[in-house]
């Protein structure tokens, strides 16, 4: 009954640094997506993967890379850390086709010093 | 120009009584859906509810329906009978059918509603 799964769930970063923000989901959807949300701002979508073995920019994918390691998982990474990337970040999946909803992992805290 | 708007940023109900969050959205894609999620204070995105273009009757999911005016582009959520865990912020959300520059389909949020429901 896992879902979405994140980790980790809070990380603190010096400008500059880099790290990776993994995401897993056993749901056997095709599609996985990352998104960003600032205080009182909906989410908007940072990379997205439409099936396992291609990735494409969404909104606001400057200063992120993503990997679509294999069908389960999709990982985030931000190579050189920036302030402005203090925010939380949600992954979600969804099956491929249709317009039925994406469900949504936990989020992860993330603030850039 | 905006592709979903909530208007109202903040809203206070009663305990026990129902509530209106307002959403209204811009697409020229004639298949679409329309999506509510809360998010309480935890951080979790929780669907509530969904509705298709094309669906002929408003969905309903227990306290929740959605009233779905087409020609208007409203799709508003009503909350029926509202408990004090029903306080949260709520998002509605687009999803388009057209495919364009490979967009698989996003979601696109409203800047969402703080509901506040008071004992």
Redesign the interface.
Known sequence: NAGVTQTPKFQVLKTGQSMTLQCAQDMNHNSMYWYRQDPGMGLRLIYYSASEGTTDKGEVPNGYNVSRLNKREFSLRLESAAPSQTSVYFCASSTSGGLRTQYFGPGTRLTVL | AQK?TQTQPGMFVQEKEAVTLDCTYDTSDP???L?W?KQPSS???I?LI?Q?SYDQQNATEGRYSLNFQKARKSANLVISASQLGDSAMY?C?M?E?QISS??????T????TQLTVLP
């Open positions: 979903i298949s679409y859906g999506f999620y951080g979790e995105m669907f969904y298709g998002f959300a999803r059918a490979g967009s698989a389909r996003q979601l949020f409203g800047s969402g």
